[in-house]
Nanobody
Framework: QVQLVESGGGLVQAGDSLRLSCAAS????????MGWFRQAPGKEREFVAV????????YYADSVKGRFTISRDNAKNTVYLQMNSLKPEDTAVYYC???????????????????WGQGTQVTVSS
């Protein structure tokens, strides 16, 4: 079992940066690829980024590629999402989760992930 707690969200202006953190408890954290998703009001939860268990491989949604960076520190049981050049359309609740199903690296549906955190709100004003 893995328990996840996200933090770092807030209200920022367009063009600003934020770093989200996802702290994990549980001895098996380092064995899972980890991902970030987001959900805006009235929209479905969408994939943002995923990182391999070692941190050596990452994959991003086209909408955030070049602006967001996912990383992890297995010694600290933490996954990060560095978000730069934020846009109003990035406004959403951001969730981290463990990739518990071994689907293709470029296929990241919410059903492939488990142990969801409670989310952290990111609001970007124009």
């Amino acid at each position: 079992q893995v328990q996840l707690v996200e933090s770092g969200g807030g209200l920022v202006q367009a063009g600003d940066s934020l770093r989200l953190s996802c702290a994990a408890s549980g001895r098996t954290f380092s064995s899972y690829p980890m991902g970030w998703f987001r959900q805006a009001p009235g929209k479905e939860r969408e994939f943002v980024a995923v990182i391999s268990w070692s941190g050596g491989s990452t994959y991003y949604a086209d909408s955030v590629k070049g602006r967001f960076t996912i990383s992890r520190d297995n010694a600290k049981n933490t996954v990060y999402l560095q978000m730069n050049s934020l846009k109003p359309e990035d406004t959403a609740v951001y969730y981290c989760a463990a990739k518990i199903r071994s689907s293709s690296w470029d296929i990241n549906e919410p059903s492939d992930f488990g142990f969801w955190g409670q989310g952290t709100q990111v609001t970007v004003s124009s």
